[in-house]
């Protein structure tokens, strides 16, 4: 989301859980990580959407295909974990706001990005809750980028994570009164890779032990809280500030002290 200004904070509205907006440029392009994600059993470093099996290579949506009044053929997607801060695919616009209905929660395992088959690492995936409120990231993609962008997310999200698809409602934080359609991507504890709800230390120690090919499980925790910081004091994540938390009081025990340092 490069280019990206933080706008002057919105006055309170009724019900908003933010009052700062951060909008991309639109047209921004993403900045590309330095090599796209590898695809077991094809480590070549290839791009993602070429790594795609052949057999998703125009994936529908198991949702149906969020539509919102102007430009038919837009597509938002709501991003609420990695997505956040590496979507990784080209976007037209990006709109911080929040969906409600569902709690974000570390509740999936993750045997690829962050983790491996035999330490799996934790990311998040939504929770209905009637009362929750989830902060993230909507991104409009528009002619090619619809069908490019999906391509891509099948492999990252679906194939790789176990995630299907769901439409949501998503509210824009500096236009709540003008709530949009979006396409999130949703673990569901029918997926094999569901690990389900555990104590916020247990989930702490899980991701301080934990890497994959996206890096360590815990820069994925930490570029989320950084996420929620940016947002504004007002928009809380008990249960993910419990994690951080938690990982903080660990911290000292998975670091050498200067003694320790001083032997190697
Ligand atoms: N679907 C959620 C979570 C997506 C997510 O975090 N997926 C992981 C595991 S499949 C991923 O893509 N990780 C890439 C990374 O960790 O950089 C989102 O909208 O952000």
Redesign the pocket.
């Known amino acids: 989301m490069g280019g990206a200004q933080l706008e002057r904070p919105s006055g309170a509205r009724p019900g908003v859980c933010v009052r700062r907006s951060f909008r991309a440029h639109a047209g921004d392009q993403p900045r590309r990580p330095p090599g796209p994600?590898p695809v077991p059993g094809t480590m070549k470093q290839e791009s993602a959407a070429s790594n795609t099996p052949a057999a998703s290579q125009s994936p529908t949506p198991s949702a149906q295909f969020p539509r919102n009044d102007g430009d038919p053929q837009a597509l938002w997607i709501?991003?609420?974990?990695?997505?956040?801060w590496?979507p990784d695919f080209a976007y037209s616009d990006s709109r911080v706001g929040f969906v409600r209905g569902y709690s974000r929660r570390f509740w999936q395992g993750?045997t690829?990005?962050?983790g491996s088959d035999k330490m799996p690492g934790r990311?998040?995936t939504l929770l209905e809750d009637h009362e929750g409120c989830t902060w993230?990231v909507a991104y409009q993609v528009q002619g090619e980028q619809v069908s490019e962008a999906l391509k891509y997310l099948n492999v990252?999200?679906a194939v790789?994570?176990g995630?299907d698809t769901k439409e949501v409602t998503f509210y824009p934080q500096d236009a709540p009164d003008q709530p949009l359609k979006a396409l999130?991507?949703?673990a569901t504890p029918q997926n094999p890779g569901y690990l389900g709800p555990a104590p916020e230390e247990a989930i702490a120690t899980q991701i301080l032990a934990c890497r994959g090919f996206?890096?360590h499980n815990l820069e994925?925790l930490l570029r989320l809280a950084d996420f929620m910081q940016l947002c504004g004091p007002q928009a809380q994540d008990e249960h993910l500030a419990a994690i951080v938390d938690a990982v903080g009081t660990m911290l000292p025990c998975f670091c050498p002290t200067e003694q320790a340092l001083a032997l190697v």
């Not at 709501?78 to 956040?84: A, D, H, M, N, T």
């Open positions: 994600i709501f991003g609420y974990g990695s997505l956040v590496r993750d690829f990005h962050r990311v998040v993230g990252r999200e790789l994570g995630y999130a991507y949703v996206s890096g994925y």
